[in-house]
Nanobody
Framework: QVQLVESGGGLVQPGGSLRLSCAVS????????MAWYRQAPGKQRELVAT????????TYADSVKGRATIFRDNAKNTVYLQMNSLKPEDTAVYYC???????????WGQGTQVTVSS
């Protein structure tokens, strides 16, 4: 069974940067399209960014476009989300998602808190 472990969250000042990581284990990483979601208090979980198995075709939510970069290292079984020019409205729990292209099953990490505040 695939396991996803996020890291890299924390407290950052507005305008700052963070790099989130999601390490995947328990299954072949190249079977998965990967994504980052986030959920702010009192709001629904929203899709932030996606990336396909070969690292191509990244997509971004309008709210982060130009400030976020999703990329993956298939040799390290890890997907990353680089966030720059952070805003208070980026404050949320960020979740890693893996979509298995064979079983069509989504798997989730436990989440990592990002707080943007001065």
């Amino acid at each position: 069974q695939v396991q996803l472990v996020e890291s890299g969250g924390g407290l950052v000042q507005p305008g700052g940067s963070l790099r989130l990581s999601c390490a995947v284990s328990g299954s072949s990483f190249n079977l998965y399209d990967m994504a980052w979601y986030r959920q702010a208090p009192g709001k629904q979980r929203e899709l932030v960014a996606t990336i396909i198995t070969n690292g191509g075709s990244p997509t971004y939510a309008d709210s982060v476009k130009g400030r976020a970069t999703i990329f993956r290292d298939n040799a390290k079984n890890t997907v990353y989300l680089q966030m720059n020019s952070l805003k208070p409205e980026d404050t949320a729990v960020y979740y890693c998602n893996a979509f298995n292209l064979i079983s069509r099953v989504h798997s989730w990490g436990q989440g990592t808190q990002v707080t943007v505040s001065s």
